[in-house]
């Protein structure tokens, strides 16, 4: 059995959390967007923020890092454990920053996005250079909308 998280040394949500990205330059696809291009294999559970490739991403909320998964030119992304029962997930990474089992503040940057299709990190699934955000509750993903600012 996985021992849970002593909640107290965890950052507390009762502010909310905050955009990893400037979301100012849009989302490409929205949570279970009924247009994602690749609905075929998966439901989107996620938003996709549009950034330029090498943009700075930062913590949503403060937390531990639970993962920190370099696949080279395969999906790399970072997940960081939140207090009540709240987790991120922040996906087609180029450049990791952060370590396994530290601790971040909100707003840390914790890695560089990528998203560029045949880049580092980006993965398969990817038409262009963007943040994949994901908001986990009790490991099942929600709408990361209702949770930003």
């Known amino acids: 059995m996985r021992e849970k998280l002593e909640l107290s040394k965890i950052g507390s949500l009762e502010s909310g959390f905050a955009w990893p990205v400037d979301p100012g330059r849009g989302i490409t696809a929205y949570f279970h967007d009924k247009d994602y291009p690749f609905n075929y294999i998966f439901s989107h559970p996620a938003i996709d923020i549009r950034t330029p490739q090498g943009t700075p991403i930062r913590a949503a909320g403060s937390g531990y890092v639970a993962r920190a998964k370099n696949n080279g030119y395969g999906y790399n992304y970072v997940m960081l454990i939140h207090d009540k029962d709240f987790s991120t997930v922040y996906g087609h990474v180029s450049r990791i920053l952060v370590k396994e089992n530290t601790y971040v503040k909100q707003g840390d940057v914790i890695a560089l996005s990528g998203g ?8 398969r699934l990817t038409t262009g250079a963007h943040l994949h955000f994901e908001v986990r509750l009790n490991s099942a993903p929600v709408d990361p909308l209702k949770y930003l600012p």
């Not at 560029?116 to 993965?123: F, I, N, Q």
């Open 116 to 123: 560029l299709p045949g880049t580092l990190g980006a993965g």
